[in-house]
């Protein structure tokens, strides 16, 4: 006969379970776990199996279990988790890539019938099409006031009809009708709320963020740091380019103004003196190309004009 385990001695197993696990993993995610069915929890445990633990609880156990770790350990780092332990949640302690076992928890999400007093996650929209109802149905979809017709003997719905919102309770009504159109409207599964990653603690948005996402974010933080440090004359590695050329065209307008020279400044000094100069400047920079191409297609030209036709060629003299 299998000896009974009483709630402390299983305090204590669940106590040294999550301490070692604390020990062995620095990535973990918190998850959701609001209408998970222990069947469907298995498979995830299994899916994960190798590199990852899922590890549910209460949240005063868990609670506790990480304030005994730090002060046995003396690690406060994990003391990040207990406010996030809060509702319905678990952890899925892993050392894999964090981005793949959240997409691989993902996929282990199950449909779910709409039972009366849920909330609802999501907008719930009825389809138009023939429900293979009999006629007699026609009153049910009168009371949720979904327009219908009666079509080969079937109850057919006209339009789409938005059934229940997004936060709303099921009503019997609404859960009736979908059970009734064989419609799954939900579907749950653990569903990834913060992440922790070696003391850091961030949300799960940030594993979709691509390089391209990140090479974006700092030429931002680039722009910025390099407007700050123009507007109050602070020199950085970013705004020392725009410095020095701010500060040349000081310098440029000084001797422009003034009679303090230098090479640069003359050759910009007789262009403001005589313009033309610069305008013959520029039409000596222009391709060399680009007067050969006029000429080729003036002689392009005179090829395509055809001959004059002479007297000679329609058979006449000048005096016949």
């Not at 779910?112 to 138009?128: E, S």
């Not at 974010?217 to 020095?244: C, D, E, N, Q, R």
């Amino acid at each position: 006969m299998a000896v009974k385990t009483s709630k402390a001695e299983k305090k204590i197993a669940y106590d040294a379970k999550l301490c070692q696990l604390l020990d062995e993993y620095s990535q973990i995610l918190i998850v959701a776990a609001d209408n998970v069915g222990s069947n469907q929890l298995q498979n995830i445990r299994s899916g994960l199996r190798g590199d990852s633990v899922v590890l549910m609880g209460k949240n005063t156990m868990m609670k506790r279990s990480i304030r005994m770790h730090a002060e046995s350990t003396g690690n406060n780092a994990f003391l990040s988790l207990i406010p996030l332990l809060q509702g319905n949640v678990g952890l899925i302690f892993t050392k894999g890539d964090l981005k793949e076992v959240s997409e691989e928890v993902a996929k282990y999400k199950v449909g779910a019938p709409a039972r009366v007093g849920l909330v609802a996650p999501i907008d719930v929209v009825v389809p138009p099409g023939n429900t293979g109802l009999d006629p007699s149905q026609t009153s049910f979809f009168q009371v949720l006031n979904i327009p219908t017709k009666i079509n080969k003997g079937t109850v057919e719905i006209i339009t789409p009809v938005e059934l229940i919102k997004k936060g709303e309770k099921v009503g019997s009504s609404e859960a009736a009708l979908l059970a009734k159109l064989g419609i799954r409207p939900f579907s749950y599964g653990l569903i990834v709320q913060s992440v922790y990653d070696n003391g850091s603690v961030f949300s799960p948005e940030v594993l979709d963020l691509t390089e391209d996402d990140l090479v974006e974010k700092f030429a931002a933080g680039v722009s910025m740091v390099t407007s700050l440090a123009l507007a109050i004359s602070y020199p950085t590695l970013a705004a020392a380019p725009h410095m020095f050329i701010n500060a040349y065209k000081n310098v440029l307008a000084v001797a422009v103004e003034t009679e303090y020279s230098y090479p640069h400044a003359e050759e910009v000094k007789e262009y403001l003196k005589d313009p033309s100069k610069f305008a013959v400047a520029v039409a000596a920079a222009a391709p060399v190309d680009g007067g050969a191409a006029p000429a080729a297609a003036k002689e392009e030209e005179k090829k395509d004009e055809p001959a004059e036709e002479s007297d000679d060629d329609l058979g006449f003299g000048l005096f016949d």
